[in-house]
């Protein structure tokens, strides 16, 4: 009996025809499918930003806009900048940014007191997106600045409080799991949370564990992916190591799916007929 695709299951078929030759260059894996009735496997690309390599996925090294500013002492082999670039097979170009917010005060005069004030107030400053590579186990962080001629960082280099790191995709992607350290450089425990944003919308808590999954229904899909801190688990500083994203097929990918399903359905009755 003919059975109806869902989108999952073509997404998954679209997915399937990835080229074997993209593994060496990028961290091609795949989820195995559940079975029949369950999620169907999906293939993925774990971008990965530490070192050193756990597995044959290969470390994606960025590079730093306008220029990298972490060139000296311990700071020299890693990579700092007002934005980092990465070129991704599903996500096209990926662009990693960062911010902080610090409290200000100002004094200004009340009319209501007749006299002069001081009021603070929190503003959001653009910050530098460092990418940790030594000691091992690092990854992407936000720092505030670099100073003693590229020597030393402002600021711990993991996200903190007060701090977003955010990454764009030029194309859209399903993420479908993360790696997170935490700033001894080991993995983040499972009982740690942050915070996800995507596209600019609602924040949302999620765990620092590691994982990756099948299942589209805990699928993260969108081009803008901002972390931060939760302020409700105390300071839970970390670095983010992985994301792993698949890429969300186009309609037009659906339809040609839909049209060669149909005529492999029509072909099978008509041989069942005969």
Known sequence: MFRPITAAA???????????AFAATYGIGTVDSDGPGGNPAVTYEEVKFYKPSTSSFPTYVGTATPADLCTKGDIKNDICGQKLSFDTQ?????????????TVTNKVWSAAKHKWVYETSTVTKPGLVM?????????????KSVKNNGATVVGSDEINRGEVLTLTFSNAVNVVGFHFMDADHGWASRHAYGMLSIDGGAWERISLASYVTNDPSKFFTGTSFSFKIYDDCGNTDYYLGAVKIAAVPEPGTYALMLAGLGAVGFVARRNKRA
Request: charged share 10%.
């Open 10 to 20: 073509l997404s998954a078929i679209a997915l399937s025809f990835t080229p074997a």
């Open 90 to 102: 599903f996500g096209g170009v990926l662009e990693a940014t960062g911010s902080y917010t610090e």
């Open 131 to 143: 990418q940790d590579l030594s000691p091992a186990y690092g990854g992407l962080g936000v720092i």
